[in-house]
């Protein structure tokens, strides 16, 4: 409890995907004004490739690491150094209608992979079709933004950013006090 | 011309464009993101969008040449258009835009060319307009530049 949140200091890293060069460059420059370190890629498998998970890997994650012990630890080690070393993304952006692999379909491959399930991902559209957002928003997708996309909605990513940040100090601040406990006797 | 007046004809020429429906509030969003740590912001948009503009017209063009039109093609391109014309604000052509999305859902080729017209026009004009604006803001830049 009451401990100031003292990772602030850490730029949070945004992963942005878009085919439109346009929207990549007004995407990057909204996340850089409000501060956060931009990644800006213009497809979903060159997204993949970033977060180091190819796209076969993203399928099986699961099984992969189920099926050799020995690989397991290792694998869940590097992704670890990949969040910690700080090339780690906190929050995806991505764009739904793009050629190939459409960010519904990179929403899932992140959702079902172990080690990024649990980044947020927000989606962009230009089209406002209802059955369309219900589905992202259902299959895991935080928010939603109608393009053009706007300062006001890249404020609304923060809390999203923050919720995964706390949720990391609490874990962290559990495994402290375990440790107190059990080395006070 | 000194530099106040010269910011003035800047934006009363911006302000002229909202009011003829060429531009709407979307390309004040992109103005606001110019700053001194991004002095040439809306000079790069604008030029990323005209070049990007006249490489889909043209590849539009093409596909209505052809004997059997690809639709479904001609669908992804007026997409594109459509969406970079509304991520820069580009009002009437976005619009226009949408006159050829629904000649393309009724494969109407003779209604694709007559919409494709329009847009040619409506870029046309804003690229004469966005030159002229582009034109002002150097000379904005030249004169606070010299003034330093």
Do not use: W
Not at chain 1, 17 to 39: A, G, M, N, P, Y
Not at chain 2, 47 to 76: H, K, M, P, W
Not at chain 2, 137 to 148: H, M, P, Y
């Amino acid at each position: 409890m009451g401990m100031a949140i003292d990772r602030d200091d850490t730029q949070f890293h945004v992963l942005a995907v878009d085919d439109s060069l346009i929207d990549r460059k007004l995407i990057e420059r909204l996340l850089k004004t409000s501060s956060f370190q931009v990644t800006a890629v213009d497809s979903g498998s060159k997204a993949l490739e970033f977060l180091g998970l190819n796209n076969n890997d993203a399928d099986d994650d699961e099984e992969y690491e189920q099926r050799d012990s020995n690989t397991e630890s290792v694998s869940s080690d590097e992704d670890q150094d990949h969040q910690d070393l700080g090339l780690g993304v906190n929050l995806i952006i991505t764009d739904y209608c793009m050629p190939g692999m459409t960010g519904y379909d990179l929403l899932k491959k992140i959702k079902k992979s172990s080690s990024f399930k649990d980044i947020p991902v927000v989606i962009m559209s230009s089209e406002n079709i209802p059955s369309r957002i219900n589905r992202c928003l259902e299959d895991g997708a935080e928010e939603f933004f109608l393009k053009p996309v706007q300062l006001s909605d890249v404020n609304k990513l923060r809390p999203h950013l923050m919720k995964g940040r706390s949720k990391d100090i609490d874990s962290s601040h559990k495994t402290t006090s375990t440790r107190l406990i059990s080395s006070g006797n | 011309m000194d530099l106040a007046a010269l910011k003035t004809q800047l934006k009363n020429f911006v302000q002229s464009m909202f009011e003829e429906g060429v531009l709407d509030n979307q390309f004040s969003q992109i103005q606001a993101l110019q700053d001194s740590t991004n002095p040439n912001f809306v000079e790069e948009v604008i030029t990323l969008f005209c070049n990007d503009a006249e490489r889909i017209i043209n590849e539009i063009n093409r596909n209505l040449g052809y004997q059997n039109v690809d639709f479904s093609n001609l669908d992804s391109y007026v997409h594109q258009l459509k969406g970079s014309s509304s991520s820069i604000g580009a009002n009437r052509l976005k619009l226009a835009c949408a006159n050829l999305r629904q000649a393309s859902d009724e494969r109407n080729k003779e209604g694709c060319l007559q919409a494709l017209q329009l847009i040619t026009c409506e870029y046309c004009l804003l690229r004469r307009k966005f030159q002229a604006l582009l034109h002002l803001e150097r000379s904005i830049v030249e004169l606070e530049t010299n003034q330093k």
